[in-house]
């Protein structure tokens, strides 16, 4: 795996560790402020829920830096393709049912990663 791929994926993992302190510890502070098009009332009642799906971004984000761990070039990769396909697939979901935003912070920096990974 080259350097590139390695930062890349290293980008992806702290996006999501964000992503995780977000969703789990500061839901109804910072939550309203990143999903602006959603009513601030939303927020309290949705926190176990935000908290579940953290917890789920946590575990992308664990994989990925399992997979910078890994001594072995093809398994190293292959775990670390699946992963970047999981975060791809789940930012293109984002950005049909919550917000187009996820398309740039999820999708977008994964696929960079996936191609990288062929260079």
Known sequence: MTILSE???????????????????????RGPKVFSSLPKELFGPTKAMAANQG????????????????????????IALFFLLCVAVAGLYGAISVTKKTLYVQTIPAVLAVVSLFL
């Open 7 to 29: 930062v890349l994926i290293g980008v992806v993992a702290l996006i999501h560790l964000y992503i995780v302190w977000m969703e789990m510890f500061a839901w109804e502070s």
């Open 55 to 78: 917890l789920y971004n946590g575990f992308l984000a664990a994989g990925l830096i399992w997979s910078l761990m890994i001594a072995d070039a093809e398994w190293q990769v292959t």
